[in-house]
């Protein structure tokens, strides 16, 4: 990632700009209130562009007059040697034959741009990001004057999308340099690792949501959902549907860019299984999470009429979740605990009945995770009542049953979609409208510095982008510090429509103290690419148990257990993404301990 540490400085520049740059879109230049504007230069590459084309008009025989008129000034200007005596003629030499073929000159050499090699040089480039970024975000809360000046003209960031990436983005863009505005169906960020556990009441939905506007107080929040961006004219077709209450048509406008930031997520993925949309829940947002925690009381409430034969409170009682993946995994742990330790309590003559059933279409669960702690995870599903069924393919979801590859029926009260991640329509516009884009497995193409392969001045990362170098897994950890670096890319004074990134103002700050001043002249600096310091997985699997894999570069530690438990607790405690939050899910932890989960519906 770019960073005033020296790791993120080239000793030399590399091709940018004009003649083999496929990113020829002008600089967008940025106009401060106090400043002169700023615009990319790729200086380095006109001076070497210029002695290369010198080299190979003298080699190729094109410019020997100017050659020999310079040898001419350069003799009248020397002064003379003292005589001496002249040596023996040689022996006559027959002229040179003059070649057929021309001249050879060499191929240009491929930039690569240096990255860090060892993990705790990765750390340390963090570690100073994270400062500068922490700088920036608390500046704005400690000095909110500073960037509140709407009256000078300046590039305008579009980002679409208030999850994870979006989110991490704008709390460290500077205002200062860009008009920013959020456009998203959603007004508020979620904490979605523990969607599962707000889905039964372990923790409240509000505790986990963070409203755009309070992440940052200085960006324009339009909700709206994007339909489709104009990549020539650099516009967003949006619509909205606010006043479908009210019996109103939805509104449709468009708004323009300097950059867009496409930071959209993914839909869940059905993979063409009729019936998932008709009845089965998903579990992607707060609104999922709310619908689930009033179906479980629905279904129990249904279950304990009196009119509701044996068998029917069999097939309501029936919770069959759908993927083996996190989330699946752990709607299972969360379900079992509310089972135990709070419905037991409430429905002592129902709980008997309750059966929870996981479908893997795979041969295990939590793939991303090493053998031993998936072995743990079946173990203690074992030891809890939850069945895991291992090689279920499902084939068709009814009404009241799941039908399976090899012919089974399963009758089920509530199914639960945890499968996988599908590409959302806007993604999948742009996908066709690009010849870069062929190819593309559902998630934008993108190039190591994040920008969409075919657009100009657009940036995309999360689940709806994939550099095809280096595929990085769909987690909100690998969202978080893609939209970190893109903040911190477009903050700094880089030429974005370079083929690589280059500096064109001398360092400051930080930067300037490790690496010297820097002159006018000297090598350019370069924006290393995007690198992602995976920091490990965690997962909850029920009766106060969790997993943990920790990876410190090449090396893995693997925990489980109850003492991981606080280890899962304490992370989701600190990733929280303010204060309020923390308090808030501290305060639901010791509250659900206490006092049970709520059971109302409302």
Same mark, same amino acid.
């Given at each position: 990632?770019p960073?005033?540490?020296?790791?993120f400085?080239?000793?030399?520049v590399?091709?940018?700009?004009?003649g083999t740059s496929?990113?020829?879109a002008?600089?967008v230049t940025?106009v401060r209130?106090d400043a002169?504007p700023l615009?990319g230069r790729?200086?380095n590459l006109?001076?070497?562009?210029m002695?290369s084309?010198?080299?190979t008009?003298t080699t190729?025989?094109e410019?020997?007059?100017e050659?020999?008129?310079?040898?001419?000034?350069l003799?009248? &200007?020397?002064p003379?040697?003292p005589?001496t005596?002249?040596?023996?003629?040689s022996?006559?030499?027959?002229p040179?034959?003059?070649s057929?073929e021309?001249?050879v000159?060499?191929a240009p050499v491929?930039?690569v741009?240096?990255?860090?090699?060892t993990f705790?040089g990765l750390v340390?480039d963090r570690?100073?990001?994270?400062?500068t970024?922490?700088r920036m975000?608390y500046?704005r809360?400690?000095?909110p004057?500073?960037?509140?000046?709407?009256?000078?003209?300046?590039?305008s960031v579009?980002?679409l999308?208030?999850g994870?990436g979006?989110?991490?983005?704008?709390?460290?863009?500077?205002?200062?340099l860009?008009? #920013?505005?959020?456009?998203?169906?959603?007004?508020a960020f979620a904490?979605?690792p523990m969607?599962?556990?707000?889905?039964?009441?372990?923790?409240e939905f509000?505790?986990?949501l963070e409203p755009v506007? /309070?992440?940052?107080?200085?960006?324009?929040?339009?909700?709206?959902s994007?339909?489709?961006v104009?990549?020539?004219?650099?516009t967003?077709?949006?619509?909205s549907d606010?006043?479908?209450?009210?019996?109103?048509?939805p509104?449709q406008?468009?708004?323009?860019?300097?950059?867009?930031v496409?930071?959209v997520?993914?839909t869940t993925?059905?993979?063409?299984v009729?019936?998932?949309?008709?009845h089965?829940f998903?579990l992607?947002s707060?609104?999922?999470a709310?619908?689930?925690?009033?179906?479980i009381?629905n279904?129990f409430?249904?279950?304990n009429?009196p009119?509701?034969s044996d068998?029917?409170?069999l097939?309501l009682?029936?919770?069959?979740?759908i993927?083996?993946?996190?989330?699946?995994?752990e709607?299972c742990?969360?379900?079992?605990d509310?089972?135990t330790?709070?419905?037991?309590r409430?429905?002592?003559r129902? /709980?008997?009945?309750?059966k929870v059933t996981?479908l893997?279409?795979?041969?295990?669960i939590?793939t991303?995770?090493?053998?031993?702690?998936?072995?743990?995870?079946m173990?203690n599903?074992q030891n809890?009542?939850? &069945?895991?069924?291992?090689g279920a393919r499902?084939?068709n979801?009814g009404?009241?049953s799941?039908?399976?590859?090899d012919?089974?029926?399963?009758?089920?009260?509530?199914a639960i979609?945890?499968?996988?991640n599908?590409t959302?329509p806007?993604v999948k516009?742009?996908?066709?409208?690009l010849?870069?884009?062929a190819g593309?497995?559902?998630r934008?193409?993108i190039?190591?510095?994040?920008r969409?392969?075919g657009?100009?001045?657009?940036?995309?990362f999360?689940?709806a982008?994939?550099?095809?170098?280096?595929?990085?897994p769909?987690?909100?950890?690998?969202?978080?510090?893609?939209a970190?670096?893109?903040g911190?890319l477009?903050n700094?004074?880089?030429?974005l429509?370079?083929?690589?990134?280059?500096?064109s103002?001398?360092?400051?700050?930080?930067?300037?103290l490790i690496?010297?001043a820097?002159?006018e002249d000297g090598?350019?600096?370069?924006?290393?690419?995007?690198?992602?310091l995976?920091?490990g997985?965690l997962?909850y699997i029920g009766r106060?148990r969790?997993?943990?894999q920790?990876e410190l570069?090449?090396?893995?530690?693997?925990l489980s257990?109850?003492a991981?438990?606080?280890?899962?607790d304490? /992370?989701?405690?600190?990733?929280? #993404?303010?204060?309020?939050?923390r /308090?808030l899910?501290?305060?639901?932890?010791?509250?659900t301990?206490?006092f049970?989960r709520?059971?109302?519906?409302?």
């Amino acid at each position: 990632m770019p960073s005033p540490s020296a790791a993120f400085l080239a000793p030399y520049v590399g091709p940018c700009g004009a003649g083999t740059s496929t990113w020829t879109a002008p600089r967008v230049t940025r106009v401060r209130p106090d400043a002169t504007p700023l615009v990319g230069r790729c200086r380095n590459l006109q001076r070497l562009s210029m002695m290369s084309k010198v080299d190979t008009e003298t080699t190729s025989g094109e410019s020997l007059m100017e050659t020999d008129a310079t040898e001419e000034v350069l003799a009248r &200007e020397t002064p003379a040697a003292p005589a001496t005596k002249a040596p023996p003629p040689s022996p006559a030499k027959s002229p040179p034959i003059p070649s057929s073929e021309p001249a050879v000159v060499p191929a240009p050499v491929k930039y690569v741009p240096p990255r860090r090699e060892t993990f705790a040089g990765l750390v340390w480039d963090r570690l100073v990001d994270s400062a500068t970024d922490a700088r920036m975000h608390y500046g704005r809360l400690l000095l909110p004057n500073k960037q509140k000046n709407k009256t000078v003209s300046k590039p305008s960031v579009v980002v679409l999308g208030s999850g994870w990436g979006a989110h991490a983005l704008i709390k460290v863009l500077d205002c200062d340099l860009y008009d #920013v505005t959020v456009i998203s169906p959603r007004n508020a960020f979620a904490f979605t690792p523990m969607l599962a556990a707000a889905s039964v009441g372990t923790v409240e939905f509000r505790s986990l949501l963070e409203p755009v506007r /309070v992440a940052n107080e200085l960006v324009d929040y339009v909700q709206a959902s994007a339909t489709e961006v104009d990549l020539e004219r650099q516009t967003v077709t949006c619509v909205s549907d606010l006043g479908r209450v009210e019996g109103e048509a939805p509104v449709q406008f468009s708004v323009p860019y300097s950059y867009l930031v496409i930071a959209v997520g993914a839909t869940t993925n059905t993979f063409g299984v009729p019936g998932v949309r008709e009845h089965a829940f998903f579990l992607k947002s707060v609104v999922d999470a709310r619908k689930i925690r009033a179906a479980i009381v629905n279904r129990f409430e249904r279950a304990n009429l009196p009119t509701t034969s044996d068998e029917e409170k069999l097939r309501l009682l029936h919770t069959v979740v759908i993927g083996g993946g996190p989330t699946g995994v752990e709607y299972c742990a969360e379900l079992n605990d509310f089972l135990t330790s709070d419905l037991r309590r409430k429905y002592p003559r129902l /709980v008997p009945l309750v059966k929870v059933t996981l479908l893997q279409s795979g041969d295990a669960i939590l793939t991303a995770f090493d053998d031993t702690l998936q072995a743990a995870a079946m173990e203690n599903f074992q030891n809890s009542s939850v &069945e895991v069924v291992l090689g279920a393919r499902v084939v068709n979801i009814g009404p009241t049953s799941i039908t399976l590859k090899d012919g089974t029926e399963v009758d089920y009260g509530m199914a639960i979609w945890a499968a996988g991640n599908g590409t959302t329509p806007l993604v999948k516009s742009i996908i066709n409208s690009l010849p870069e884009q062929a190819g593309a497995r559902g998630r934008l193409r993108i190039d190591d510095w994040l920008r969409v392969k075919g657009a100009t001045n657009v940036f995309a990362f999360g689940d709806a982008a994939c550099n095809d170098d280096d595929p990085l897994p769909a987690t909100a950890q690998v969202a978080a510090q893609q939209a970190a670096f893109a903040g911190r890319l477009l903050n700094r004074d880089y030429c974005l429509s370079c083929e690589i990134p280059e500096a064109s103002s001398p360092r400051k700050g930080l930067s300037k103290l490790i690496n010297g001043a820097g002159d006018e002249d000297g090598p350019a600096r370069v924006a290393k690419p995007f690198q992602f310091l995976s920091l490990g997985l965690l997962a909850y699997i029920g009766r106060d148990r969790a997993l943990a894999q920790v990876e410190l570069g090449k090396k893995k530690i693997f925990l489980s257990g109850a003492a991981t438990r606080l280890l899962y607790d304490s /992370v989701y405690a600190t990733k929280q #993404v303010s204060f309020r939050n923390r /308090v808030l899910v501290l305060m639901d932890w010791a509250k659900t301990k206490v006092f049970g989960r709520d059971l109302s519906q409302f």
